[in-house]
Protein backbone atom coordinates (compact mmCIF):
# COMPACT_ATOMS: atom_id res chain seq x y z
CA UNK A 1 0.00 0.00 0.00
CA UNK A 2 1.42 3.59 -0.96
CA UNK A 3 2.13 5.27 1.92
CA UNK A 4 -0.48 7.90 2.98
CA UNK A 5 -3.10 6.69 1.32
CA UNK A 6 -5.36 4.76 2.74
CA UNK A 7 -8.99 3.92 3.17
CA UNK A 8 -9.29 5.44 6.52
CA UNK A 9 -7.62 8.74 5.88
CA UNK A 10 -10.83 9.58 3.30
CA UNK A 11 -13.29 8.02 6.31
CA UNK A 12 -13.69 4.55 4.60
CA UNK A 13 -13.99 1.33 6.57
CA UNK A 14 -10.38 -0.48 5.43
CA UNK A 15 -11.70 -4.15 5.36
CA UNK A 16 -14.93 -3.57 3.47
CA UNK A 17 -12.59 -1.27 0.80
CA UNK A 18 -9.98 -4.14 0.74
CA UNK A 19 -12.54 -6.56 -0.06
CA UNK A 20 -14.41 -3.87 -2.53
CA UNK A 21 -11.09 -3.60 -4.33
CA UNK A 22 -10.62 -7.04 -4.71
CA UNK A 23 -13.94 -6.89 -6.94
CA UNK A 24 -12.70 -4.12 -8.49
CA UNK A 25 -9.61 -6.04 -9.45
CA UNK A 26 -11.25 -8.77 -11.27
CA UNK A 27 -13.71 -6.00 -13.21
CA UNK A 28 -11.10 -4.47 -14.19
CA UNK A 29 -9.58 -7.82 -15.77
CA UNK A 30 -12.41 -8.20 -17.22
CA UNK A 31 -12.24 -4.60 -18.79
CA UNK A 32 -8.88 -5.96 -20.13
CA UNK A 33 -10.26 -9.02 -21.99
CA UNK A 34 -12.88 -7.23 -23.24
CA UNK A 35 -10.80 -4.36 -24.33
CA UNK A 36 -9.46 -7.14 -26.49
CA UNK A 37 -12.24 -9.00 -27.72
CA UNK A 38 -13.87 -5.46 -28.92
CA UNK A 39 -10.92 -5.48 -31.06
CA UNK A 40 -11.34 -9.06 -32.11
CA UNK A 41 -14.81 -8.55 -33.22
CA UNK A 42 -13.87 -5.51 -34.93
CA UNK A 43 -11.58 -7.11 -37.08
CA UNK A 44 -13.29 -9.98 -38.06
CA UNK A 45 -17.28 -8.99 -38.01
CA UNK A 46 -18.95 -10.44 -41.36
CA UNK A 47 -21.65 -10.53 -43.17
CA UNK A 48 -24.74 -8.03 -42.79
CA UNK A 49 -24.17 -5.49 -40.72
CA UNK A 50 -20.43 -5.30 -40.92
CA UNK A 51 -20.22 -1.47 -41.30
CA UNK A 52 -22.72 -0.86 -37.83
CA UNK A 53 -20.56 -3.80 -36.12
CA UNK A 54 -17.36 -2.32 -37.32
CA UNK A 55 -18.21 1.29 -36.00
CA UNK A 56 -20.19 0.44 -32.90
CA UNK A 57 -17.19 -2.38 -31.94
CA UNK A 58 -14.64 0.64 -31.99
CA UNK A 59 -16.94 3.00 -30.15
CA UNK A 60 -16.91 0.03 -27.00
CA UNK A 61 -13.46 -0.54 -27.22
CA UNK A 62 -12.19 3.44 -26.83
CA UNK A 63 -15.11 3.16 -23.81
CA UNK A 64 -13.99 0.36 -22.39
CA UNK A 65 -10.67 1.83 -22.55
CA UNK A 66 -11.67 5.34 -20.96
CA UNK A 67 -13.47 2.76 -18.03
CA UNK A 68 -10.33 0.57 -17.62
CA UNK A 69 -8.17 3.89 -16.81
CA UNK A 70 -11.00 5.11 -14.04
CA UNK A 71 -11.39 2.18 -12.30
CA UNK A 72 -7.77 1.86 -11.81
CA UNK A 73 -7.29 4.82 -10.80
CA UNK A 74 -10.00 4.73 -8.45
CA UNK A 75 -7.96 1.45 -7.09
CA UNK A 76 -5.00 3.86 -6.40
CA UNK A 77 -6.68 6.60 -4.76
CA UNK A 78 -7.78 4.07 -2.02
CA UNK A 79 -4.57 3.22 -2.05
CA UNK A 80 -4.34 -0.67 -3.58
CA UNK A 81 -2.49 -1.72 -6.60
CA UNK A 82 -4.73 -2.15 -9.91
CA UNK A 83 -3.99 -5.38 -11.88
CA UNK A 84 -2.17 -4.23 -14.26
CA UNK A 85 -0.96 -7.96 -16.54
CA UNK A 86 -2.27 -10.07 -18.69
CA UNK A 87 -1.67 -12.75 -17.21
CA UNK A 88 -3.14 -12.15 -13.97
CA UNK A 89 -5.97 -10.90 -15.57
CA UNK A 90 -6.60 -13.86 -17.36
CA UNK A 91 -6.88 -15.45 -14.00
CA UNK A 92 -9.29 -13.18 -12.99
CA UNK A 93 -11.47 -12.50 -15.25
CA UNK A 94 -15.24 -13.76 -15.48
CA UNK A 95 -15.39 -13.18 -19.18
CA UNK A 96 -13.97 -15.46 -22.12
CA UNK A 97 -11.66 -14.50 -24.62
CA UNK A 98 -12.85 -14.98 -28.34
CA UNK A 99 -11.40 -17.13 -31.46
CA UNK A 100 -9.50 -15.08 -34.21
CA UNK A 101 -11.83 -15.86 -36.68
CA UNK A 102 -14.52 -14.94 -39.28
CA UNK A 103 -17.43 -13.78 -36.76
CA UNK A 104 -21.15 -12.40 -37.90
CA UNK A 105 -22.94 -9.33 -36.75
CA UNK A 106 -25.91 -11.41 -34.54
CA UNK A 107 -23.19 -13.40 -32.96
CA UNK A 108 -21.05 -11.41 -31.72
CA UNK A 109 -24.09 -9.26 -30.72
CA UNK A 110 -25.38 -12.27 -28.35
CA UNK A 111 -21.83 -12.80 -26.76
CA UNK A 112 -21.67 -9.23 -26.18
CA UNK A 113 -25.42 -9.37 -25.03
CA UNK A 114 -23.70 -11.91 -22.62
CA UNK A 115 -20.80 -10.47 -21.62
CA UNK A 116 -22.27 -7.31 -20.57
CA UNK A 117 -25.04 -9.01 -18.93
CA UNK A 118 -22.54 -10.91 -16.61
CA UNK A 119 -20.80 -7.42 -15.85
CA UNK A 120 -24.09 -5.57 -14.66
CA UNK A 121 -24.49 -8.07 -12.21
CA UNK A 122 -21.34 -8.13 -11.03
CA UNK A 123 -21.03 -4.47 -10.71
CA UNK A 124 -24.06 -4.05 -8.60
CA UNK A 125 -22.91 -6.20 -6.19
CA UNK A 126 -19.82 -4.31 -6.01
CA UNK A 127 -21.95 -0.78 -6.02
CA UNK A 128 -23.99 -2.25 -2.80
CA UNK A 129 -20.62 -2.94 -0.97
CA UNK A 130 -19.29 0.58 -1.84
CA UNK A 131 -22.84 2.18 -0.61
CA UNK A 132 -22.61 0.28 2.03
CA UNK A 133 -19.46 2.27 3.71
CA UNK A 134 -20.50 4.95 1.92
CA UNK A 135 -17.85 5.11 -0.88
CA UNK A 136 -20.30 7.60 -2.97
CA UNK A 137 -16.86 7.85 -5.62
CA UNK A 138 -16.94 3.96 -6.60
CA UNK A 139 -20.71 4.05 -6.76
CA UNK A 140 -20.81 6.73 -9.10
CA UNK A 141 -18.31 4.87 -11.38
CA UNK A 142 -20.21 1.87 -10.96
CA UNK A 143 -23.22 3.47 -11.55
CA UNK A 144 -22.16 5.14 -14.50
CA UNK A 145 -20.82 1.89 -16.13
CA UNK A 146 -23.88 0.11 -15.25
CA UNK A 147 -25.86 2.36 -17.32
CA UNK A 148 -23.42 2.42 -20.01
CA UNK A 149 -23.06 -1.98 -20.72
CA UNK A 150 -26.94 -1.51 -19.67
CA UNK A 151 -27.86 0.82 -22.90
CA UNK A 152 -25.60 -1.00 -24.77
CA UNK A 153 -27.57 -4.53 -24.04
CA UNK A 154 -30.55 -2.79 -25.49
CA UNK A 155 -29.14 -1.24 -29.03
CA UNK A 156 -27.72 -4.97 -29.03
CA UNK A 157 -30.80 -6.64 -28.30
CA UNK A 158 -31.69 -5.28 -31.95
CA UNK A 159 -29.63 -7.52 -33.63
CA UNK A 160 -31.47 -10.58 -32.33
CA UNK A 161 -35.09 -9.74 -32.89
CA UNK A 162 -34.49 -9.60 -36.52
FE1 LIG B 1 -10.09 0.12 -36.75
Not at 145 to 160: P, V
Amino acid sequence: MAEGLTPEKIGLDSKKAYKIAERLNVYLADLNLLYLKLHNFHWNVVGMGFYDLHEKTEELYEAVSEKLDRVAERKLMLGFKPTASMKESLKLATIKEAPSKDINSTTIASILINDFSNIVKYLREISDMAAEINDEYTVGILGDDIGFFEKNIWMLSAYNTR
